[in-house]
Structures are given as C-alpha cells and as structure tokens.
C-alpha cells in the first residue's frame, strides 16, 4: 500500500520491492546525494534515476546540500518524465527528504514518497551504485580546476551514461536503448 501524499514523512515506510524493477518508465525513481571534493571544497551532486532502465533523468550540483539541491532535481525530473499519477520517489532518510518542500513537491505532483528503513543502504542500492560507477569511471584520480569544470564532466558523464554505457542487466543495451525499444513494442 503506498502513502498518501502529503503525509508525514516520519510515518512513511519502504514501498520499493527488493527487485527494484518497474515494468513501465516514469513509474518510479530513486534519488540521493553523493559529496566530491574539488579544489579542496566539498561539492554535491543530486541525481534522480528512472528505476525501469536506471536512466539518469535529471541532476544538480550545488556546494551545499540543502534542500535546494534535492528539489531543483526532482523539478527537473518531473519536467522531463511527466510521470502519471501513483508515481513513486524513493529515497533514503536524508533531511532533504523528510522536509515539506520536499514532501510537497511529490505529493503536488501526483507522486507517492518512499524511505528506507533506517541505516539501511540497500533500500537504495541502485542509486549507490550508480554512484560507485561514477566515481571509479569519472572522478577518481582526475583533477577538476572549478566547480564549474566539474559540473560539465557531470553533464558529459551522465550523457555518456545514459546512451553508451551498457548494463547487462539491460541485456546488453544502454538506458536509452533498452527504453526506446521497449516503447517501441508498447506501441507496436
């Protein structure tokens, strides 16, 4: 049973199945932030992942990670998904996440907010992961002079992600391959 939007968030529980497999887009997504250091100041990323072909649909980098941060990126999710109504967002306990704005923003939207039990990483271990790929793949031993030079490999990242790098739990396909032939056999 999913939660009524709008409720308070300490009251809400994990409705995300252990499967983490949607059958259709824009069903249900998954978000959390992750912290790099750039020229010695912290600087976070906040991406929102479409759990059907683990798409990265929308991101924010900011220096701080306030709720600005989570909510700029669930905004542009949202623009760039149109999900229908019951859509689900799931997250792990983050202050953000717990914050009306927050809360708001999901349930104004037709959306049903999700959390992970608490200290409970693999509640939301498609997003860790994703983050696991990032940093070995784009961050780890390489130097960025600005916020600004590592916000452009983010984009450049998140690109590449989504149309070239493979996953074999999409046999084989990139995100946005495995999510336009899938369209394309719903509409067939």
């Not at 349930?107 to 860790?128: H, I, L, P």
């Not at 031993?141 to 983010?154: H, L, M």
Request: net charge negative; hydrophobic share 35%; with cysteine.
């Amino acid at each position: 049973m999913f939660p009524t939007p709008g409720r308070s968030a300490t009251s809400l529980t994990t409705n995300l199945t252990a499967t983490f497999s949607p059958d259709q887009p824009n069903t249900v997504f998954v978000s959390d932030v992750t912290e790099f250091r750039v020229q010695g100041r912290k600087v976070y990323l906040s991406p929102v992942m479409d759990l059907f072909d683990r798409s990265i649909v929308a991101h924010t980098v900011a220096t701080s990670p306030s709720t600005a941060l989570t909510t700029d990126s669930l905004s542009k999710a949202i623009a760039a998904s149109a999900p229908e109504p019951g859509w689900m967002m799931h997250t792990d306990q983050g202050f953000q996440y717990q914050h009306a704005s927050w809360r708001d923003l999901i349930g104004d939207n037709g959306g049903v907010q999700s959390m992970s039990r608490k200290a409970n990483c693999y509640d939301n271990a498609v997003m860790e992961n994703f983050f696991g790929h990032l940093k070995t793949e784009m961050y780890h031993g390489e130097v960025f002079d600005t916020v600004a030079e590592f916000n452009q490999a983010i984009d450049e990242y998140i690109g590449w992600y989504n149309t070239e790098r493979v996953q074999q739990r999409l046999k084989g396909l990139t995100p946005m391959q495995y999510r336009n032939q899938t369209l394309e056999a719903l509409t067939a």
